[in-house]
């Protein structure tokens, strides 16, 4: 058994090279010549097509996202209480008209700074379904802490059948399933600067994207009843209208009521739906690597102490 293991190792070695110059006599040039001969009609038709005014196939989102700064990036990251205050307000009164956020509850919303009081006033605002009641019947009554955000459709067809056929999606989640990738080098770096807001930069660069005369190229492809973002990550349009304008929502902080600032809150809050528990992660993991760093030097004091005595 102990001479099997070396006696295969080299067999091995001495065949390696023997099938290494098969592969290259014969078959190899001629595979070389077809894939060149393919390289070259894929060009020809390439040059055809740019010649016919066809362009290639454009590649989604036409713009990408601008990278903005937040409390809650890097590894002190925290939320901007008010920053989320405003978020909400954004969401009940523009934005959950087409919008639900069903793994979001009321009592969730005392981590936004609200008392027990003023979560129950703001779930009492909502109708919830309930029941069945004693005769086997659903009924409205108004919401109460523990109860979820209600989602403004049925289901989702109903949602797709008021919406041009796209339904709008659940923002529970949206924060982070949606981001744009970055490609090389910046994911490089995004290790290094631990990046990961890129659903909120999504969202603002979305909200702020509308309003723009869509190149040439891209104008055939715009579906009618969509509106052209250059931001919209699956395709040149998407079938939501733009959903705010300055001035719409009242913000009783002093912030500018503006676009881009009702985008920057709304996506941050959405942040916070998305990851409730992000600012103590990261506090968590600070504090981890401060004790991984300690034991590691602990480790070493020992390692030296218990080896000290054994001659090398
Ligand atoms: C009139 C209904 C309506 C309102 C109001 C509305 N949306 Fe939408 N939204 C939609 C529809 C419809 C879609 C799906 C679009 C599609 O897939 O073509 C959508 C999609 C989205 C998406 C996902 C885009 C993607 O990448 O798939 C985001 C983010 C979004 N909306 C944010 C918002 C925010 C924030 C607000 C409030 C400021 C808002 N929406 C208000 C209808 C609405």
């Excluded at 999606?169 to 981001?179: C, I, M, T, Y």
Aim: proline share 10%.
């Amino acid at each position: 058994m102990k001479k099997l293991l070396p006696a295969l190792l080299a067999a091995g070695l001495a065949f390696a090279p023997l099938s290494f110059a098969r592969a290259q006599d014969g078959q190899e040039p001629a595979q070389n010549a077809a894939s060149s001969e393919e390289a070259a009609a894929g060009q020809d038709a390439g040059a055809e097509a740019a010649e016919e005014g066809h362009a290639e196939t454009p590649h989604y989102p036409l713009k990408h996202p601008e990278q903005l700064s937040w409390s809650f990036a890097g590894p002190f990251g925290h939320w901007d209480v008010g920053q989320l205050q405003r978020g909400l307000k954004v969401y009940k009164e523009v934005c959950s008209a087409c919008h639900g956020m069903r793994l979001v509850a009321f009592r969730n919303l005392d981590d936004l700074g609200y008392s027990e009081e003023q979560v129950k006033a703001f779930a009492a605002e909502y109708t919830v379904q309930d029941g069945p009641n004693g005769d086997g019947e659903m009924f409205d009554r108004p919401g109460i802490p523990s109860d979820y955000f209600p989602s403004p459709f049925p289901n989702p067809e109903a949602a797709a059948a008021a919406n041009n056929g796209a339904a709008p999606p659940d923002f529970s989640l949206l924060a982070k399933a949606r981001a744009v990738t970055r490609g090389f080098p910046t994911f490089l770096f995004d290790l290094g600067t631990q990046y990961q807001e890129a659903g909120p930069d999504y969202i603002h660069a979305l909200l702020t994207g509308y309003g723009q005369e869509p190149p040439a190229a891209v104008e055939p492809l715009i579906q009618p009843g969509t509106y052209y973002n250059p931001y919209f990550i699956s395709g040149p349009a998407l079938a939501m209208p733009p959903p705010i304008a300055d001035d719409q929502v009242e913000y009783p902080d002093g912030s500018p009521q503006t676009v881009d600032q009702y985008s920057r809150d709304v996506a941050a809050f959405m942040m916070w739906a998305a990851e409730p528990h992000l600012a103590e992660r990261k506090a968590t993991g600070f504090v981890a690597m401060i004790f991984l760093v300690v034991f590691a030097g602990l480790l070493f004091v020992v390692k030296r102490r218990v080896w000290a005595g054994t001659p090398h």
